[in-house]
C-alpha cells in the first residue's frame, strides 16, 4: 500500500517542477466495455493513479498552486446509494476529501462550467495533450470561454504543455513504498512460475500452464497479471507476443513462459525457457546456455554509472560470439554486430523500465540525446533471446523451432542491482532437478 502522504508528496513534487502560474489536469481511466453491457476489470490510468491513489473512473484531477480554495480539485462521481447496492463502494465527493487527499470535490458533471475559472489568469496548462478527445474539447471550450470575457481583464492561458515528460522521469525511480509492491509482484510471479515449471509435462495443453500461473498468483491476492501471459511451445515462442497459449505442448519442444502479476498497479515481469519433458536436448542446451551467458553478463553491467544501452551491448556481444562459435553466423564478430547480422535472430532489446506499466514510462536518452546513465531507484528487465522459427531453411536443422527468452527484474541500487526475481532456477541444472522432483 502506498500511503496517502506519499501521493500529497508525489502531487507536491509535480507541481513545484511545473513553471510558474500553472495549472494540471489529469484525467482517469475510461471504463472499457467488453461486450454489450460487459465490461473489462477497470484498471485506472498510471499517472492518475500516481498522483491520486483514486481507483474510480469518470475522476478528473485538477492541481491549481496557490488556489486559495485549495489546490487539489478532484472532480469525480457522486455518492449514489442505488448504484452502492447494485456495484458496491465509491468515494463520492465527501470520500474524496475525507479518504483521498482532495482539498476540494465537485461532480464531474460540473467541469466543463468550473473549468474556465480554474484556468483563467494562468498562464500555462499542463496535460496528456491529445490523449482524450473528451478533455481536450473541454479545456478547448474553456479557454474559449475565458477568451469570449477577456475584455473584463482576464486572461486565457497561452502555453499547452504535455505532462508525460516531467510526470514520467518522477515515476521513473521508485521510491521505497513503490519497490515494496514491485518485491511482492515479483515475488509472487516467481513462485508462480515455478508451480508452472513442476507442473509441466508431455500432453498437456498450453493454457493449463497459464492455469497454474494464475492459480498461484490469484491465491495471494494479486487479481489481475500486468499483462497477459506468453505461454508457447515449441516453434509459438518465436512470435514474440504470442497468446493464442492453445496448443498442446509436445515431448522434446521446449517451453516459453513469459507472465507477470500486477500488485496494487505495480508489475513484474518474468521469462522462463525449459524442456517440456524436463531435460534439455543437446542443441536446446547450448543456445540455452548462450542466452543465458548473455543475460548474466547484462546484469553484470548493471550499475549506477553504466548507460542504459550497456546491458544491450553486452548481451548482443555475447550471443554474437555464441552464434559464431554454434555455426549460425558466419564472419567476423564486430563486424556482424556492426551490420547487425545477429537480428534474425535477436530481434527485440535487452529491457524496458518496469514499474506501474509493464513497459514502463521514462527516458531512455538524456537531453544531449545520449544513452541516459543509470540511476539508483530506477526497475528494469533484463531479456536476451534467441528465436529461430521453424521456417528458417538456411540454418542447420538441428537448431529450428527453438524460442529461449530469459528475463530477470532488477533495481539499480546503490553499488550495483539487486535481482527480484531469482526465485525462479535458470541454471540448466537447477531446471532440470526441479521439473525431476514431480516426475
Ligand atoms: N512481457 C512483455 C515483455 O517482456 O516485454
Ligand atoms: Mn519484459
Ligand atoms: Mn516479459
Given amino acids: 500500500m502506498i500511503a496517502g502522504n506519499e501521493f500529497k508528496q508525489r502531487r507536491k513534487r509535480l507541481t513545484r517542477r511545473m513553471k510558474k502560474n500553472s495549472v494540471a489536469i489529469l484525467p482517469s481511466a475510461e471504463v472499457a466495455v467488453r461486450n454489450r453491457d460487459v465490461e473489462w476489470p477497470y484498471r485506472q490510468h498510471s499517472d492518475f493513479h500516481y498522483l491520486t491513489g483514486f481507483d ?63 484556468l483563467e489568469n494562468r498562464e500555462r496548462v499542463y496535460y496528456p495533450v491529445g490523449a482524450s478527445a473528451e478533455l481536450d474539447g473541454q479545456i478547448r471550450h474553456a479557454i474559449n470561454e475565458i477568451r469570449a470575457k477577456s475584455r473584463s481583464g482576464t486572461q486565457a492561458p497561452t502555453e499547452f504543455i504535455v505532462i508525460d515528460k516531467l510526470l514520467h522521469e518522477h515515476r521513473l525511480f521508485k521510491s521505497e513504498a513503490e519497490l515494496a509492491l514491485i518485491r511482492r509482484a515479483a515475488e509472487i510471479s516467481a513462485q508462480a512460475h515455478v508451480r508452472a515449471m513442476r507442473f509441466c509435462r508431455p500432453g498437456i495443453h498450453e493454457y493449463e500452464i497459464e492455469a497454474e500461473f494464475l492459480h498461484e498468483i490469484t491465491r495471494h491476492g494479486l487479481r489481475a497479471q500486468a499483462y497477459p501471459a506468453i505461454v508457447a ?28 502479476a500486477e500488485c496494487d498497479s505495480y508489475a513484474a ?15 536446446q542446451r547450448l543456445l540455452y546456455e548462450l542466452v543465458l551467458a548473455a543475460q548474466l553478463a547484462a546484469i553484470d553491467t548493471i550499475k549506477p554509472g553504466k548507460r542504459w544501452n550497456d546491458p544491450h551491448d553486452t548481451a548482443v556481444k555475447v550471443l554474437t560470439k555464441g552464434l559464431v562459435e554454434l555455426g549460425l553466423l558466419k564472419g567476423k564478430v564486430g563486424k556482424l554486430i556492426k551490420d547487425e547480422a545477429y537480428k534474425p535472430y535477436y530481434m527485440h532489446r535487452t529491457g524496458h523500465w518496469l514499474g506501474m506499466d509493464v513497459h514502463d514510462v521514462g527516458e531512455y536518452r538524456d537531453d544531449d540525446g545520449e544513452w541516459r546513465k543509470l540511476e539508483p531507484g530506477m526497475v528494469m528487465t533484463v531479456e536476451p533471446g534467441l528465436y529461430i522459427d521453424a521456417a528458417c531453411d538456411d540454418v542447420d536443422p538441428q537448431w529450428r523451432g527453438i524460442g529461449i527468452r530469459i528475463e530477470d527484474d532488477v533495481v539499480v541500487t546503490e553499488s550495483g542491482c539487486e535481482i527480484l526475481t531469482g526465485a525462479v532456477p535458470k541454471a540448466v541444472a537447477d531446471i532440470e532437478a526441479l521439473m525431476g522432483e514431480s516426475r
Fill in 269 to 283: 515481469d518474468i521469462t522462463r525457457t525449459y524442456p517440456v519433458n524436463g531435460h534439455f536436448s543437446e542443441p
Fill in 233 to 260: 511451445g515449441g516453434n509459438n515462442a518465436c512470435v514474440l507476443h504470442y497468446t493464442g497459449n492453445s496448443d498442446v505442448l509436445r515431448d522434446g519442444d521446449l517451453l516459453l513462459i513469459d507472465a507477470g
Fill in 56 to 118: 474510480e473512473p469518470e475522476a478528473v484531477a485538477v492541481l491549481a498552486p496557490g488556489r486559495p480554495e485549495g489546490e487539489f480539485i478532484l472532480f469525480c462521481r457522486e455518492f449514489d446509494a442505488t448504484k452502492a447496492i447494485w456495484t458496491g463502494k465509491h468515494a463520492g465527493l465527501e470520500g474524496a476529501v475525507d479518504n483521498h487527499g482532495a482539498d476540494q470535490a465537485c461532480p464531474v458533471g460540473r467541469l466543463a462550467e468550473l473549468l474556465p475559472g480554474l
